[in-house]
């Protein structure tokens, strides 16, 4: 049976592909990707020729099946998203099960994923924390979701699109209190920045600021006001500028 590997691939700075990542690319014998398109621009780079399919959230039915199929030939199938850890906040999951449900072997490579690479410099503990992902599109149910995350302790990562920024921080100003947050930026890319402050002040921020690129929310767990797990005062919002190919 054929080996399904998980790849992750940049997220925004191509030197962040693993020497392993472009090997694994370069010697499975096809490469299932969220759009093929992004993907073969990457393949480009790496002067990687392994033929492509796409698996994305709208073919991942029938794609899957093609692709366990192979599984079961013999062929070895590498997993890559757009960007990124496949299956977090991305599509993967089912096919990761397939595979294990027809006892063909899934071997994951460590690499690039916006969440920790957000967590490791946010300043925020980094001791226990709750990935959350993207909440729910619709106002009503992403209330319900942060009713049920108010009470946690550890630090919450989100993943949001600019134009939903505005709109979750009231919520989650409302719902979770004034806490602690940070917001990564463009993590990784020429212009990375980290905002620091309280949710207030990065709602105010963000209102005089046309937000743009990606980023990552994270937000301090809910603790005692004499129990501060933060230690910033001010907003603050520092920028470096990576080298960046
Ligand atoms: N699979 C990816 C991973 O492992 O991080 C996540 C994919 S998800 C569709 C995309 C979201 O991840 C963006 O909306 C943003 O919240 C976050 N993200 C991706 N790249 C980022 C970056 N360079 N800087 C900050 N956040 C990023």
Redesign the pocket.
Known sequence: KGILYIV?TP??NLEDMTLRAIETLRTVDFIAAEDTRQTKKLLNHFDIHTPLVSYHEHNKQARGEHIIASLLEGKHVALV??????T???PGHELVVEALHAQCKVVPLPG????VT?LTASGLPTNHFYFYGFLSRHKKEKKKELERLKHIKDTLIF???PHRLQETLTIMHHIFGNRKMAL??????KFEQFIRGTIEEVMHWAEHHEVRG???LLVEGNHMPDEQSVWWDDLTIVEHVNYYI
């Open positions: 992750p997220i925004g998203s757009d960007a990124g850890t496949p977090i906040s991305d690039a994923n916006a969440a957000a993943y949001e699109a990564a930026r463009e993590l990784t890319k990606e980023f990552c």
